[in-house]
Every structure is written in C-alpha cells, then in structure tokens.
C-alpha cells in the first residue's frame, strides 16, 4: 500500500480551503494510506472526514524546542512516506523535506522537489487555484467536489434557536484589527434585520460576545465547536463575517454568506469560496455603512427560508 504524506499546518481559512485539495488528493490515491500533517485545532475536523487513514497533529512545534522537532522528524522518517503534497509550502514546511527524506516525491516549491510548483503567477493566484495547478503539476487531473456531509454538529446544547436568523462573526485575527468591521455596525446591523442575530465566535472573543449581547444580540461566542458552527451556519438565512477562518468554514458549508474586506487583505487571493459564497470590500473597512451592508444582502433579508 502507498504512503501518502499531506501537509497542511493552518490557519482555519487556508484549512477549509484545503478540502478541494484533499478530497482530489484521496480520489488520486484511493487505496494509499493517506497521512495529513497539521496542527491541533483542526485535528477533529480532519478526523471527521473522509479523506484521511491518519492524521498526526504535531506538525509545528517550535523552533526551539528541539525534544519535539526530534520526534517529529523521527516520525516523518519513520514513516517511509512515499509521495508528499506539501500544501502548505511555507518556509517552515518545506523544511520538512529534510525530516521525511528524499526518497519520497514531493509536491511543493522547493528546489528540491520532485513535482515542483513552477508557475511564477503562484502567488497572484487565488489559494483554491494555486493549490489545484499545484496538484495538477504534480500529475492529478480529477477534482471532484468535496463531499461535506460529515461537516455537522448536534446543536442541542446550545438551547433552543429562532427558527430564522443569522449568523454574525465579528472576530478575525487579533493581531490585524483593520480586518475587523467595527463592532457598532454589527450591532445597528443586527439590530435592523426583520429576524433575530446570533454571534459565535472563539473564546478568545468573548468580548466581543458580551458587548454585542448588550446591544441585543444572541451571543453563542466560545460556545460552539467548528462542527457546531458549520451546522449553525447551515440552518442560517446567511452568515456576515470579516475575513477570517470562521467565515469561511460558514461558505463552504453551503450558507449564502458574506466576507468583508478592508485593505488588510486581497479577496482575488483569499476570498471565501462556496456554492452561495460573496464578498464586499470597502477602504477603509470602518467606513462601510451598515445600509450598504444591508443592501448587498438583499434578498437573504427581504425573504426566502433558512437552511436545513
């Protein structure tokens, strides 16, 4: 049997943007034992689906823990991986080729690799494109689309829900604020729909939660598993979101769902994709009205019946 290495370390969005990916790599190899390298916050999500035999999630450890990098490269070497994807293609992961050895092909942008990523557009092409012309490079023409039925979760803990809402993600990446629309407009935003607004979020928002709780707001922040957040978004009229992970796991689970971008980030390369997915860009990102937001939304307002 063939053993097959995938990396992919993170963040969220590059991860959920990974599924087309994953699922082309498992439909070229469908009797490969298949291994994804990543980290733990999407262990549970990659165990959940359909396309991995194992998945190890001690795939960054840190530079100067050097008890650990000896584990992992021990157990890369170990491994006899036979081909690898580097999805990732990091400085950090193309390292990696050091630990697994070379006699195992490798797809990614090291000169060393077997299958290299070539193309000099690479780093203008949106990630979806970039990863299939890479996996295309590397000799795979299938790509069927993902099946995604395995990404839900039971929502009983969270209590009951209003039978129409929507979902709002109000947290992106701490260390980027200009990603951030302005928690007001979340707030006048909510506060206009003709049907309640829930929030979610990670822990690390909490808050976010309680201030948008104080203006009216279902808070579920830091209650909710991604498996939990994907089945929210399912069942939502649309979902509204900065630019972060969160946002696009809501696109990709099929909800009609909205991204905002400001000058922090280029929706060309990292826009959410899915079958109901938007974006809208505003320089800067502040200054987008909540009256503007309301009008691209349209009819996910007006009418039309949640999603189940």
């Given at each position: ?184 407009h979340f707030a006048a935003l909510g506060r206009a729909l003709p049907f309640p607004a829930i929030i979610c979020g990670g822990p690390a928002e ?54 905002l971008f400001g000058a922090e980030s280029e929706p060309f390369r990292c826009a959410p994709r899915g079958p109901a997915a938007h974006w809208l ?28």
């Amino acid at each position: 049997m063939r053993r097959v290495l995938v990396i992919k370390l993170g963040a969220l969005g590059d991860f959920v943007q990974g599924f087309g990916p994953f699922a082309a790599i498992r439909a070229h190899h469908p009797t490969a034992h298949i291994t994804l390298l990543t980290t733990r916050p999407f262990a549970a999500l990659a165990e959940a689906s359909p396309w991995f035999d194992a998945v190890w999630h001690d795939g960054r450890p840190s530079w100067l823990d050097l008890a650990a990098l000896a584990r992992l490269a021990r157990r890369l070497r170990a491994a006899r991986f036979e081909r690898v994807y580097d999805l990732q293609t990091s400085p950090r992961s193309s390292r990696y080729r050091l630990f697994v050895g070379r006699a195992a092909e490798w797809s990614g942008v090291i000169a060393a690799a077997s299958h290299p990523h070539a193309n000099p557009q690479r780093d203008a092409m949106h990630t979806v494109e970039r990863q299939r012309d890479q996996l295309m490079m590397a000799g795979i023409a299938d790509f069927p689309p993902p099946a995604l039925d395995w990404l839900d979760g039971d929502l009983s803990s969270l209590g009951p829900l209003p039978p129409r809402f929507a979902l709002l993600l109000p947290g992106a990446s701490p260390h980027r604020p200009g990603k951030r629309w302005p928690l007001g407009h979340f707030a006048a935003l909510g506060r206009a729909l003709p049907f309640p607004a829930i929030i979610c979020g990670g822990p690390a928002e909490a808050l976010l939660g309680a201030e948008l709780e104080a203006g009216g707001l279902i808070n579920l922040v830091g209650r909710t598993s991604l498996p939990q957040l994907a089945a929210l978004a399912r069942r939502a009229a649309f979902t509204l979101g900065n630019d972060s992970g969160p946002t696009h796991l809501a696109a990709v689970a099929g909800c009609p769902t909205w991204a905002l971008f400001g000058a922090e980030s280029e929706p060309f390369r990292c826009a959410p994709r899915g079958p109901a997915a938007h974006w809208l860009r505003h320089i800067p990102l502040a200054e987008l009205t909540p009256e503007a937001v309301l009008q691209s939304l349209g009819a996910s307002v007006a009418g039309g019946s949640s999603h189940s």
